[in-house]
């Protein structure tokens, strides 16, 4: 099936590390993907990670992928007030012989002094 | 190079109406992709296409729809609208990067407000 899931909702203290997690359902997906709303504006993709890798690390941001429970986290190190936002979760599936973003709803990040 | 436009930014249409909603993407993308997000349900897939032709469908009623043209600028259509139809409309203009990642760069959406 299709679908992705996340909280709804995280609230961290400036300068604390966030850890917003994910599940997905399909095992095939080859991607998976992290993007970022910020209010009044589309989404933005902030990394990506492909299936075979356990970790990726990019500046102050940490995926981590765990395939066998399908589970995905994106951890921000040092939150600040500009990280405020929502996050969103994306697989790649293949439907159709095309591939095909399926994403989940969401998790509001509230970054607090 | 420029962005994913979509036009308008903002829409308010009465039940039962009908609204069409366009997407210019990124000059050399030849994949659209159409999202609807709203608080209760997240970013839901609509439909998605390719050189004209509608390659994916999500789970909604034949109401919505869309077309590509030579272009690649696509519109969704939706008739009858409801109310539960008020949601914020999203492009994705669709690369497929060099390893096989693919590549949604999204325009700031369309507002539609049924009342």
């Known amino acids: 099936g299709e679908d992705v899931e996340q909280s709804l909702f995280l609230s961290v203290r400036e300068g604390d590390s966030s850890v917003i997690n994910c599940t997905y359902t399909?095992?095939?997906?080859?991607?998976l993907y992290w993007y970022k709303q910020e209010p009044g504006a589309g989404l933005q993709l902030l990394t990506y990670?492909?299936?075979?890798?356990d970790m990726k690390q990019d500046q102050r941001l940490t995926v981590l992928l765990n395939k066998k429970d399908k589970h995905l986290s994106l951890r921000i190190a040092d939150t600040q007030t500009g990280d405020s936002a929502i996050y969103f979760c994306a697989e790649d599936l293949i439907s159709g012989g095309y591939n095909k973003l399926i994403f989940g709803a969401g998790t509001r990040l509230a970054v607090h002094p | 190079k420029a962005g994913v436009t979509q036009t308008p930014r903002y829409l308010i249409k009465t039940r039962g109406q009908q609204v069409t909603l366009s997407c210019s993407p990124i000059s050399g993308h030849r994949s659209v992709s159409w999202y609807q997000q709203t608080p209760g349900q997240g970013l839901q897939f609509l439909f998605e296409?390719?050189?004209?032709?509608?390659?994916n469908k999500g789970n909604f009623p034949g109401r919505f729809s869309g077309r590509q043209f030579s272009n690649s600028r696509s519109e969704m259509n939706v008739s009858t609208l409801e109310l539960g139809d008020s949601a914020l409309y999203l492009c994705?203009?669709?690369?497929?990067?060099?390893?096989?990642?693919?590549?949604?760069?999204f325009g700031q959406g369309t507002r539609l407000t049924v009342v």
């Open positions: 990670i492909f299936s075979n890798m």
């Open positions: 296409y390719f050189s004209e032709t509608q390659r």
């Open positions: 994705a203009s669709i690369f497929q990067g060099a390893r096989g990642n693919t590549e949604a760069f």
């Open positions: 399909d095992s095939s997906s080859t991607y």
